[in-house]
């Protein structure tokens, strides 16, 4: 069973910067394509950013031009480079694959001043 762990995120000002990392316990960054997730509270979860196995990425209308997917595949890890920041961008933070695996804990991104 693969496991993700995600960290990095934290309280943030609007117009701010963030980056995230997710570690995979296996070497599936290579292999698959990965996706950063975030749920709001009262919202469901949704797609933020994803990277094919080949680099391709694609994001969402919301983030396109803010935020930037990226993975080491040797680290097994990918991230998140979230810049210009606004207070809806707040959520907890999932990584994943494609097709969906288990989930890991996430990390709380809150964007307030």
């Known amino acids: 069973q693969v496991q993700f762990v995600e960290s990095g995120g934290g309280l943030v000002q609007p117009g701010g910067s963030l980056t995230l990392s997710c570690v995979g316990s296996t070497k599936i960054f290579s292999i698959t394509t990965m996706a950063w997730y975030r749920q709001a509270a009262g919202k469901q979860r949704e797609l933020v950013a994803a990277?094919?196995?080949?680099?391709?990425?694609n994001y969402a209308d919301s983030v396109k031009g803010r935020f930037t997917i990226s993975k080491d595949n040797a680290k097994n890890t990918i991230y998140l480079q979230m810049n210009s920041l606004k207070p809806e961008d707040t959520a907890v933070y999932y990584c994943?694959?494609?097709?969906?695996?288990?989930w890991g804990q996430g990390t709380q991104v809150t964007v307030s001043s």
């Open positions: 990277i094919t196995f080949g680099g391709v990425a």
């Open positions: 994943n694959a494609v097709p969906l695996m288990a």
